[in-house]
């Protein structure tokens, strides 16, 4: 058993005054403490090696030793050369014309299908289409490659074969026309159930009403979606659009997996997966580095442009 | 009569989309409880001559499998542990502590938001050379920790913001330091949010196969996407083999995803999407 004990305790204002004069002494060292180690992180590990690699690429450097030969704008004029990084460019915008214009309306549709109304099982159809999001791109690659199996005996030549009287079966991965639209179709597989949900997340911004009104006063389906529904959504498909062009340029390990390195013979090189066999398995570290120096350029100049645009079409929004 | 025609519609749509979903993992699955030879010469019948557990087994009983198992959780421990410190202690000091050069500070981390870590490996594999980080998990976990960073400020900011200022005045009129504020009152408030963000940092780290593939050179390092890889190039056309072990991977995912997938979708929304 304790005794009492008495002290003076501070007013509540006197308390606020020391709080208040505690904190602007100590507001240096709170922002120190709190800000450093992560900031420190960031820049170790992202910031400066960024910013070492424009360095990096003027040099022609093999990784050992220090830079010494110097080569100034030439691995860029090599690289701008190279036909095999023209053609993992092209490929690049390929993939990612093709996400704009094939996941997004897909994923729109799904999110209008799945998410309005009072579907039963709902939340079932939204875990299929969306898991898997979350399985790692070598699982993806892998379990694709057998799905994909050349022979007639892999499953989606079976399922072909099933349905098409006289089907021949179709080499998916092997077929320098064919790889990049395989390609794309695992990378939908994989991807537009992300973009799924974030249309359903935006739909659930469009208040209901507002469509109901429209029907009442005569609109068709058709019109409610294009008049009112959509132009509601327009900052969730902005944002969509926006992640899928930089998504597009960022593919790697999918793409390297499922078709063996960028092959046939580079048929369905991507901007990185061309950074990766021409850059670190060939130890042309100078050259790499400035495929990365492009690769972000293409990626900060897209999102700055990008963000101005936007910027444009919601003043225009809030203006009609 | 029409609605009813137009819901069958879509639910026979629906189904028909999940199943073509489903089919490359249950093609997986079924694959991987059969022997090669009746994968490849039919490539989603049931096993006829019994389940073919013993290519489950022997990926089980082995050593590199569990040691892979390993690896992966300690490099995902790692980094969703730094991650969610460091970020929600910048983000707090980017949401309630006003200091000149905040605006600064917080738009070169949002750089960060652009760089997706494929467009730096170069750069960030020489600055781990330099750092003598290679065959290091650290020089894994770091570069993992930074390139999560931003978006984790992000989200854990937005949600800080939206903290009432009055709770903040209460907690230091009765007595409660900075960092019990922090500690104490706000972490606590964040949950959700924090949850949030340490759930999409398991996955990524989990899954990460890039970076442990250029930083450890030593296969006892190597984390499970690393480690099927390798058991795929022994194995080469043992299919079921391989199989067994991408279900093995799928288990885990699919059940982490069923367990946080509200904090998986509130993540990725900000937070938006409810039922």
Excluded at chain 1, 58 to 87: C, I, K, M
Excluded at chain 1, 90 to 118: C, K, T, W
Excluded at chain 2, 235 to 256: E, N, Q
Aim: hydrophobic fraction near 50%.
């Amino acid at each position: 058993m304790s005794g009492y004990r008495f002290r003076i305790l501070p007013t509540p204002y006197e308390q606020a005054a020391r709080a208040k004069q505690r904190s602007q002494l100590s507001k240096a060292l709170t922002v120190t403490l709190f800000a450093l180690p992560g900031m420190m992180v960031f820049t170790l590990f992202l910031l400066i090696p960024i910013i070492q690699s424009s360095y990096i690429s003027l040099y022609r450097w093999d990784g050992f030793g220090p830079l010494t030969e110097f080569v100034g704008l030439g691995n860029y004029d090599r690289l701008l050369n190279h036909s095999v990084f023209q053609a993992s460019v092209s490929h690049s915008f390929l993939i990612m014309l093709l996400s704009l214009a094939v996941q997004l309306p897909m994923a729109l549709g799904l999110a209008l299908l799945v998410g309005r109304g009072n579907l039963r099982g709902k939340g079932l159809f939204r875990t299929v289409l969306f898991v898997p999001y979350v399985f790692s791109e070598v699982i993806t690659a892998l379990i694709w490659r057998y799905v994909l199996y050349p022979q007639s005996d892999g499953m989606v030549n079976t399922v072909l074969g099933t349905f098409i009287p006289g089907f021949e079966a179709i080499e998916w991965l092997a077929d320098r026309n064919l790889v990049l639209y395989s390609l794309f179709a695992v990378l939908t597989w994989k991807y537009f159930g992300f973009y799924m949900i974030l249309y359903m997340a935006g739909l659930q911004n469009v208040p209901k009403d507002l469509e109901d009104a429209a029907r009442v006063d005569g609109a068709t389906e058709p019109q409610v979606l294009r008049q009112i529904t959509l132009p509601l959504l327009g900052s969730t498909i902005r944002l969509t659009v926006f992640l899928s062009v930089l998504g597009s340029f960022q593919q790697f390990v999918l793409a390297w997996v499922l078709t063996n390195e960028g092959g046939p013979a580079n048929a369905s090189q991507l901007i990185a997966t061309y950074l990766y066999k021409f850059g670190i398995q060939q130890w042309w570290l100078g050259y790499g580095s400035a495929v990365a120096v492009v690769l972000f350029g293409i990626t900060l100049l897209f999102s700055l442009g990008y963000q101005r645009i936007i910027m444009r079409q919601d003043y225009a929004i809030s203006r009609d | 009569m029409r609605r009813s025609l137009q819901g069958a519609l879509k639910y026979t749509f629906l189904v028909l989309l999940c199943i073509v979903m489903m089919g490359p993992v249950a093609t997986a699955v079924l694959g991987s409880l059969r022997t090669t030879g009746e994968f490849l010469s039919k490539p989603f019948g049931l096993p006829e001559h019994g389940i073919r557990w013993e290519n489950y087994q022997d990926i089980l009983v082995g050593r590199s499998f569990w040691n892979s198992f390993k690896n992966s959780v300690v490099i995902t421990a790692g980094v969703t542990v730094l991650n969610v410190a460091l970020s929600s202690m910048l983000a707090f000091v980017f949401s309630r502590v006003s200091f000149r050069g905040r605006g600064l500070l917080f738009n070169i981390l949002s750089v960060g938001l652009l760089v997706p870590l494929v467009v730096a490996i170069l750069p960030i594999f020489i600055q781990i050379r330099q750092l003598n980080l290679i065959n290091s998990v650290f020089g894994v976990i770091l570069p993992l920790v930074a390139f999560g960073l931003p978006g984790s400020v992000v989200i854990l900011r937005g949600f800080f913001i939206n903290i009432p200022g009055e709770l903040e005045d209460a907690a230091y009129i009765d007595g409660c330091t900075t960092f019990g504020f922090f500690r104490h009152i706000l972490l606590p408030l964040a949950r959700p949010a924090l949850t949030a963000v340490a759930v999409l940092q398991v996955i990524a780290s989990w899954n990460e196969y890039f970076l442990p593939l250029l930083v450890l050179n030593d296969p006892d390092l190597w984390p499970l996407p690393l480690g099927i890889m390798q058991f795929q190039s022994q194995y080469g056309t043992d299919y079921s083999r391989i199989m067994a072990y991408v279900v093995l991977l799928i288990i885990p995912a699919v059940l982490f995803y069923l367990v946080t997938e509200k904090y998986i979708v509130t993540g990725l929304t900000g937070g938006e999407l409810k039922g």
